[in-house]
């Protein structure tokens, strides 16, 4: 009894999901997230005050939205 698969020499390795992104990435650098790679970014203040009734001051940072998501608060730039 044969078995249905055979394997035939000479046929390039399937492509993964990971090379075909990276593929179709451009040239100029991204800003992706250190811990899940995302690619989605909030711009966040913290420490700011009211004054005369306007928001002021404050230190920003850009947080990766979808480490935000599950709770992670990861300072990406």
Known sequence: MSSPFRLIHG???PEGPLKRMKASVPD???VR???CTGLAMIEVKLGMVWKNGNPTGGQKQIVC?????RGEHVVVA
């Open 33 to 35: 997230c250190p811990r």
């Open 65 to 69: 939205a979808s480490c935000l998501a």
């Open 28 to 30: 100029t650098p991204i």
């Open 11 to 13: 046929t390039p390795e």
